[in-house]
């Protein structure tokens, strides 16, 4: 062994070279004139992907003019942004002739000199241990060619490339399909969960209790002595509104306030969110405060979510909020709503993006138990859905397990700390 020189490598065996970037890759800049290809490509997770440009799924150009044509071997780097986002991957390799933005870096192996996948795989490292960070420059912190093209790399004699190529191919493939088990399990998990709540809050937690046919479709038979009301009936609805993002006084006070990027599928309580504005952007606009334990709905990108505010705060015009004004159990509510979203997703409208109604929300109707029974059901679905989510996130630790493995071994082998025994 030797010192590489290189401080995130340390030593390496002694036949393995230390060259530059440029040594190995050549930049390659193909550009898709008169659109000679429409194959489009996109990189994500560490993984380059086909991308249907027949759906609406996504954000598409008006034009695939100039952007760059790779062939499989090529490696693609997403080297903006650099100061943010610091777990996602940076590196794929195209496994096929595409399309891809010429935003992003592509090289190209020299013929002879290197294996693309082991490169691939180099990279892979180098990108994991946060080679890249602190690198970038300008305003977005970002890379060009010229920035990458001295980065010291580990050359390995080419017989060496194709032994650790072929045993981490097979590894990571092993432990790829670990993870991706533990992910089917997870949903399998997410579906039992949503499955569990909607038995409870349409069908009670009395299997013997007689039952009615409640009139809405999706909803079917519910118990006898349960009524379906609308939800104006239920919570004063208030909707949301935006101060004007120009006036500097409008913000950064003291008023927490949301939008529906500040909650997810997975969070029951939302606290804060990435802005707060002040006492005068609050009376320049038609926001309002919500008072706490009240139920905030996204009304649009996405359709459906629901959370409860654990402070008062208001909202932006994505979200619509229910105050609690005749003493129903929130946390009933709650969970009604969130296995809903088909529902209002078919109530939806808009060429941009759908949007639901006030209107259309606030006339939909919901299934209402007595409030004592409102009381046990949450209960009981608070148990039961801890129960699943603990199952879920052991599940998720151990992908995050198999996830550092995989780094792990790959680094291992790409830096010659450990060797293939033929």
């Known amino acids: 062994m030797k010192n590489s020189g290189i401080e995130w490598i340390g030593e390496i065996p002694d036949d393995w070279e230390v060259v530059y970037l440029s040594s190995i890759f050549n930049e390659h800049k193909r550009k898709n004139i008169g659109l000679i290809c429409k194959n489009l490509l996109s990189l994500s997770y560490g993984k380059i992907k086909r ?18 044509i790779i062939e499989k071997g090529d490696i693609v780097l997403r080297l903006t942004d650099l100061q943010n986002d610091q777990k996602s991957l940076r590196t794929g390799i195209a496994h096929e002739t595409g399309l891809i933005t010429s935003a992003y870096i592509t090289i190209r192996c020299l013929p002879k000199i290197a294996l693309p996948d082991y490169m691939h795989y180099y990279l892979h490292s180098f990108d994991t241990s946060k080679g890249f960070y602190g690198m970038g420059d300008g305003v977005r912190q970002g890379l060009n060619y010229d920035g990458i093209k001295k980065i010291l790399m580990l050359l390995p004699p080419i017989n060496e490339q194709q032994k650790i190529t072929d045993y981490l191919d097979k590894k990571c493939a092993a432990v790829d399909r670990l993870i991706e088990n533990q992910r089917a399990q997870i949903e399998k998990l997410k579906e039992y969960k949503q499955s569990v709540i909607t ?18 479709e999706w909803l079917g038979k519910i118990p006898m002595n349960w009524n379906v009301m609308a939800t104006k009936n239920l919570f004063r609805i208030i909707s949301g509104s935006t101060p004007k993002s120009d006036n500097i006084d409008f913000w950064d006070g003291d008023i927490i306030w949301i939008t529906p990027s500040d909650f997810s599928t997975e969070d029951v309580f939302v606290y804060h969110g990435k802005r707060n ?21 996204s009304k649009r990108a996405p359709i459906g979510l629901v959370v409860i505010n654990g402070n008062e705060l208001c909202t932006n015009q994505g979200c619509l909020s229910c105050v609690n004004i005749t003493n129903q159990n929130i946390k009933f509510f709650y969970y009604t709503m969130s296995i809903c979203t088909e529902q209002y997703e078919i109530l939806g409208s808009g060429t941009t993006f759908k949007e639901i109604s006030a209107k259309d929300f606030a006339n939909f109707k919901l299934p209402c138990p007595t409030k004592d029974e409102q009381r046990q059901i949450a209960d009981y679905l608070d148990k039961k859905c801890a129960e699943i989510d603990k199952l879920i996130a052991i599940k998720q630790q151990k992908i995050e397990t198999l996830t550092e493995y995989k780094k792990s071994l790959i680094y291992e082998y790409v830096t010659g700390k450990k060797q293939v025994i033929s």
């Open 277 to 297: 504005i002040s006492l005068q952007g609050l009376k320049s606009c038609s926001t309002a405060l919500v008072p706490k334990n009240s139920i905030i709905f």
């Open 199 to 216: 038995e409870a809050v349409t069908k009670g937690l009395d299997p013997s209790a007689p039952m009615k046919d409640s009139g809405i």
């Open 51 to 68: 991308k249907d440009i027949n759906t609406t799924d996504g954000l598409l150009p008006e034009s695939f003019e100039g952007y760059n």
